[in-house]
């Protein structure tokens, strides 16, 4: 069966980094745009940053431009989010996502479009 397990959480002061990966099994992985999503106690989740299948297309939440950077490795199966100058409004369970049936080069941001998600990794950016 399909799993994407998520890993590099923790916690970080402000103005630090982390980087989330997310190994995925179980799919043809260049078949699926991959997206990281987060989430809040109480609210609803969020989108935070997307690549497409060939990973020549990226996307962003305006909250984390020039802060985060997606990456894949087609050959690890495995995706990256790359987190710089981190704030503590950063601090939610992060969450990667599998998209399949999309073209070689779209990004998607809409969580519905995604149909299978990891466990997700808590993040804490102290303050």
């Known amino acids: 069966q399909v799993q994407l397990v998520e890993s590099g959480g923790g916690l970080v002061q402000a103005g630090g980094s982390l980087r989330l990966s997310c190994a995925a099994s179980g799919l043809t992985f260049t078949w699926y745009a991959m997206g990281w999503f987060r989430q809040t106690p109480g609210a609803e989740r969020e989108f935070v940053a997307t690549?497409?299948?060939?990973?020549?297309?990226?996307d962003y939440a305006d909250s984390v431009k020039g802060r985060f950077t997606i990456s894949r490795d087609n050959a690890k199966n495995t995706i990256y989010l790359q987190m710089n100058s981190l704030k503590s409004e950063d601090t939610a369970v992060y969450f990667c996502?599998?998209?399949?049936?999309?073209?070689?080069?779209?990004?998607?941001?809409?969580?519905?479009?995604?149909?299978?998600w990891g466990q997700g990794t808590q993040v804490t950016v102290s303050s």
């Open positions: 996502a599998a998209a399949g049936r999309v073209g070689i080069n779209v990004v998607l941001t809409t969580e519905t479009r995604y149909e299978y």
């Open positions: 690549i497409s299948r060939s990973g020549s297309n990226t």
